[in-house]
């Protein structure tokens, strides 16, 4: 074989390039499986490299700025300026259509809100506490106020790299965020000085037994052993996925995966869709308490939405036993950031304002919001889709794509391909060195910082100092065709419960923050 090679190497590569070529021909031309090859030889292969390249070409030359989802360009061009401290304001007015159905329009104060000169925002306009204590309500041992608003939401290790969960958990630390582990479970890579929630799904990685039931004892232990957990989400379901679990593909499984998780290698692991530790309500709530009294911390529950009856029967139980999750976080059904079957990501539970607004109006109604902080997930990074969250009744907000893009996520929608091109959800070594985590942990600090910022400069032009002030009066939907708008009241039928606020002073020197923000002042 080396004596050919040699021997090839001496021949002139304009008599080496035809003959290469009928030699592909020839495969073509020969070979079954590809009718295109046999058809079309040597140029056929045109056809399925410009299918492989084919989301990044379309987003770069084909798309407009607006016109391209998940994430249109106008958007992902905010985030990637955002992180990197680069100029991310637009010029010559709007490119967005605002007649069309949905358009989002806030509505400033006459006369904006004017700061003191010793406010806190005048000092540090990028800290913005939760406005609710987390497990207060229930009595919790361990409650917790999150330092910010704007959180990381779920993503695995295992489905992302070591490389992009050490960028994220360090640019959190720095922020002050919480950073949800998704169901992967707690790795090294989320022991980098952030705040942790530890999220658990129906396969309890790394709290399982060999058969995959939970089990209490190991969960006490990983609490006790990791202070940097601060609340657990139980995860009935996920926008991208809900009614089935998640999939690992067996090429992203390494010995370090499968050891965190407690699975087998070489195999795919595909969570199941329900839990083993429950199968109704009232022993839903006899886990989240059992949890709560076992490790001392809040115990939520994730969720996206579909049919509504079993919120209700939730509702009435907290109502009638004073037990229940502390907080709840609805995922829209548009969210995703690894793999699930196109019928599921496309077609299966609400999208976020759906699915928000009807459960909210179910707690609302039994007179429950005071005892639950509510999260929303689900395309919310961005100012304006913040800003219509809180003022639907969001407490806090988590992202999850938008925090990928500001660790350099081309949003190449190969995710469960192992083939990342900027090494954020990949496990191949490879791909994964081109992600630095040192300078993504930054990108994700100052996308943080600036998401904070431009919220914060929002509320106040509208005479508010808090998001958690915002109405459903204060955002008007366009309504299309029709030329008016209608205010989120009107649109969802129900109008946000209060949030209580004594001022940004008692959030910022709360007992309970979380995040080191104490330390810093």
């Not at 707690?186 to 399982?208: E, M, Q, W």
């Not at 304006?384 to 969250?389: D, K, L, P």
Request: hydrophobic share 40%; charged share 20%.
């Amino acid at each position: 074989m080396n004596t050919l090679l040699n021997w090839l190497a001496l021949i002139p590569w304009w008599i080496c390039f035809p003959i290469i070529l009928a030699i592909v021909a020839i495969w073509d031309i020969t070979q079954k499986k590809h009718t295109v090859l046999h058809n079309f030889p040597v140029i056929g292969h045109l056809r399925y490299w410009l299918e492989t390249i084919g989301p990044e070409f379309r987003q770069y030359i084909v798309a407009n700025n607006r016109e391209e989802l998940p994430f249109n360009r106008r958007q992902r061009s905010w985030i990637y300026a955002s992180s990197k401290r680069e100029n991310n304001f637009q010029g010559f007015g709007t490119d967005q259509d605002v007649n069309s159905a949905g358009f989002i329009f806030i509505k400033p104060a006459l006369v904006t809100k004017r700061l003191a000169k010793d406010h806190p925002y005048r000092e540090n306009p990028y800290v913005l506490p939760a406005p609710k204590v987390i497990g207060l309500s229930h009595n919790r041992r361990k409650p917790y106020r999150p330092k910010q608003v704007i959180n990381i939401s779920g993503m695995s290790f295992g489905s992302l790299s070591a490389s992009a969960i050490t960028a994220l958990n360090e640019g959190a630390a720095k922020f002050g965020c919480y950073h949800n582990t998704g169901e992967g479970g707690f790795s090294p890579y989320h022991d980098k000085g952030a705040d942790v929630v530890l999220n658990i799904g129906t396969a309890y990685f790394g709290i399982r037994d060999d058969d995959g039931n939970f089990i209490m004892e190991k969960l006490v232990r990983l609490t006790q052993k990791n202070p940097a957990i601060r609340m657990l989400e139980l995860k009935l379901s996920q926008g991208a996925k809900p009614g089935k679990g998640g999939v690992l593909p067996a090429a992203k499984i390494t010995k370090e995966i499968a050891e965190i998780r407690h699975v087998p290698i070489g195999k795919d692991v595909i969570s199941p869709a329900a839990h083993s530790a429950f199968s109704t309500l009232p022993e839903m709530l006899d886990l989240i308490e059992a949890m709560a009294e076992a490790t001392g911390l809040p115990v939520g529950i994730k969720a996206a939405v579909g049919k509504l009856d079993m919120w209700e029967q939730l509702a009435e139980l907290m109502v009638k036993t004073g037990r229940g999750p502390d907080f709840i976080t609805i995922d829209g059904g548009e969210g995703g950031t690894g793999a699930a079957p196109p019928s599921f990501a496309d077609h299966v539970s609400l999208p976020w304002v759906y699915g928000f607004s009807s459960v909210y109006k179910i707690f609302k109604k039994h007179g429950l919001t005071d005892r639950i902080t509510f999260i929303g997930s689900g395309k919310l990074g961005l100012p304006a889709q913040a800003i219509m969250a809180f003022a639907m009744g969001a407490d806090i907000i988590n992202v999850a794509r938008e925090a990928m893009m500001s660790i350099g996520c081309i949003q190449a929608q190969i995710c469960h391909t192992n083939r990342c091109p900027a090494g954020v959800a990949t496990q191949n070594k490879w791909l994964q060195a081109g992600l630095d985590p040192a300078l993504k942990s930054e990108r994700f600090y100052h996308y943080g910082k600036t998401l904070t910022k431009e919220i914060l400069e929002i509320a106040i032009a509208c005479g508010y100092e808090h998001p958690c002030q915002f109405t459903m009066e204060d955002v008007d939907v366009a309504m299309g065709d029709n030329n008016h708008t209608r205010s989120l009241r009107v649109v969802y039928d129900y109008e946000k419960a209060p949030v209580p606020y004594d001022g940004i002073d008692a959030l910022i020197n709360c007992q309970y923050l979380g995040g080191g923000l104490k330390k810093e002042h």
